[in-house]
């Protein structure tokens, strides 16, 4: 599921996001039940993810790609 992990970031004690780059995906690992979750599969038709960035006051994902972009991405139950 992960191929070229770039970035991780922690959302809570329990959950972490991980930016794959060469398959153009974002997911969710759960340590404690050694889960992962695809949250985003080739976001916007975009190349190669690079970084990304929580914000939790304001509940929004910020995720890099390739380019001279940043998208935006509202985040629902964050604890």
């Given at each position: 599921?992960?191929?070229?992990?770039?970035?991780?970031?922690?959302l809570?004690?329990?959950?972490?996001?991980?930016?794959?780059?060469?398959?153009?995906?974002?997911?969710?690992?759960?340590?404690?039940?050694?889960?992962?979750?695809?949250?985003?599969?080739?976001?916007?038709?975009?190349?190669?993810?690079?970084?990304?960035?929580?914000?939790?006051?304001?509940?929004?994902?910020?995720?890099?790609?390739?380019?001279?972009?940043?998208?935006?991405?509202?985040?629902?139950?964050?604890?």
């Amino acid at each position: 599921m992960l191929n070229d992990p770039q970035r991780i970031t922690s959302l809570n004690t329990d959950q972490l996001l991980v930016c794959s780059s060469y398959n153009y995906k974002v997911v969710l690992i759960r340590p404690s039940t050694n889960s992962m979750t695809v949250l985003m599969d080739k976001p916007r038709g975009t190349d190669k993810l690079r970084y990304l960035c929580v914000c939790k006051e304001q509940t929004k994902l910020y995720v890099a790609p390739q380019t001279d972009e940043i998208l935006v991405y509202k985040l629902s139950g964050l604890n």
